[in-house]
C-alpha cells in the first residue's frame, strides 16, 4: 500500500484551474508538514509549496504565487494545492511529500513521497 497518495491531476486548457489532493494512509498526516513539488520532462524537480502542520504558516514558490493555494484539512487528513490561471508551463506530474516545509524546499528532508498526479495544461 503507497503511504502517501495525490489525485486530481487532468488535462485542462490555459486559465483553467484544478485542485490537487494528498493523502496518507499509514500515518497521520495531519501531524506532519507537508510539500507539493513538481518535475517536467527534462527539468529538475522543483519544489511549489508546502504548508506547517498547523497550517498557518506555508511558502510558495515565486512562479506560482498569486496562482496556487496550498492548505490542509487536519480533521480529513488532507492537503490541498488549489491551481488557478493555469500556464502550460505549469505541466508537469505533480507530488506530494510528507515531513518538511521550508523556504529551500529541500527535497531530502522529506520521509514520504507520492507517486505523483499529472496535470496538462494545453494552450
Known amino acids: 500500500q503507497v503511504p502517501v497518495v495525490e489525485s486530481g491531476g487532468e488535462s485542462v486548457q490555459a486559465g483553467g484551474s484544478l485542485r490537487l489532493s494528498c493523502t496518507a494512509s499509514r500515518f497521520p498526516l495531519d501531524l506532519n508538514a507537508v510539500s507539493w513539488y513538481r518535475q517536467a520532462p527534462g527539468k529538475e524537480r522543483e519544489g511549489v509549496a508546502c504548508?506547517?502542520?498547523?497550517?498557518?504558516?506555508?511558502y510558495y514558490a515565486d512562479f506560482v504565487k498569486g496562482r496556487f493555494t496550498i492548505s490542509r484539512d487536519n480533521a480529513k487528513k488532507e492537503v490541498y494545492l488549489q491551481m488557478n490561471s493555469l500556464k502550460p508551463e505549469d505541466t508537469a506530474m505533480y507530488y506530494c511529500a510528507v515531513g518538511y516545509c521550508g523556504q529551500d524546499f529541500d527535497s531530502r528532508r522529506n520521509s514520504y513521497w507520492g507517486q505523483g498526479t499529472q496535470v496538462t495544461v494545453s494552450s
Open positions: 504548508i506547517f502542520v498547523n497550517g498557518r504558516g506555508t
